[in-house]
T-cell receptor, first 116, second 112 residues
Framework: AQKITQTQPGMFVQEKEAVTLDCTYD???????LFWYKQPSSGEMIFLIY??????QNATEGRYSLNFQKARKSANLVISASQLGDSAMYFC?????????????FGKGTKLSVKP | NAGVTQTPKFRILKIGQSMTLQCTQD?????MYWYRQDPGMGLKLIYY???????DKGEVPNGYNVSRSTTEDFPLRLELAAPSQTSVYFC???????????FGSGTQLSVL
């Protein structure tokens, strides 16, 4: 079974609108971390946001927020006020285990295209 | 502000050739990783290291070798290259295993 599932291979959003990229995860470990990375067409991987399983509040970083629904095992990325520069691949990733345990497991990604 | 540096950026190999992908980081990170990214897929972990002299296998280690003689450097060795190793390779590092990864710019490798 996949540990990280991103069900949207591709999405379109109008510039200045908000968009939600879905991510569900599968783990029985009570301690885990969830990450979102952006990969523009240039290829580099850019860290966006992190949510720990014990964090009480949803993480936010500027225009990025993470809609963390623990019971549903979902960690959707919300991008507000989309910009043309947001067009990229977006990867959700999970780290299982607390402290020094666990490596990152990545989903297959969602390609976001922002229309002017 | 070098961060994680990978070389080369592009390489074409013939089947059966060998090569080493270089990775160095200047952030004094303990943890270093090698991932591969196949078209339309996420990243898969090849090898990782928790410090100088300590390495371990990830999800897809076959056909690769690594070494970590210093904190800064983590080269990835491909022996007897095969077409299945055509991929984009990323090196990454982190101070702690649970923290965000800093990635290099990637190496696009084609084995023909």
């Amino acid at each position: 079974a996949q540990k990280i599932t991103q069900t949207q291979p591709g999405m379109f959003v109008q510039e200045k609108e908000a968009v939600t990229l879905d991510c569900t995860y599968d783990t029985s470990d009570p301690s885990y971390g969830l990450f979102w990375y952006k990969q523009p067409s240039s290829g580099e991987m850019i860290f966006l946001i992190y949510q720990g399983s014990y964090d009480q509040q949803n993480a936010t970083e500027g225009r990025y927020s993470l809609n963390f629904q623990k019971a549903r095992k979902s960690a959707n990325l919300v991008i507000s006020a989309s910009q043309l520069g947001d067009s990229a691949m977006y990867f959700c990733a999970m780290r299982e285990g607390g402290g020094s345990q666990g490596n990152l497991i990545f989903g297959k990604g969602t390609k976001l295209s922002v229309k002017p | 502000n070098a961060g994680v540096t990978q070389t080369p950026k592009f390489r074409i190999l013939k089947i059966g050739q060998s090569m080493t992908l270089q990775c160095t980081q200047d952030m004094n990170h303990n943890y270093m990783y090698w991932y591969r990214q196949d078209p339309g897929m996420g990243l898969k972990l090849i090898y990782y290291s928790v410090g100088a002299g300590i390495t371990d296998k990830g999800e897809v280690p076959n056909g690769y070798n690594v070494s970590r003689s210093t904190t800064e450097d983590f080269p990835l060795r491909l022996e007897l290259a095969a077409p299945s190793q055509t991929s984009v390779y990323f090196c990454a590092s982190s101070y702690r295993r649970s923290e965000k990864l800093f990635f290099g710019s990637g190496t696009q490798l084609s084995v023909l």
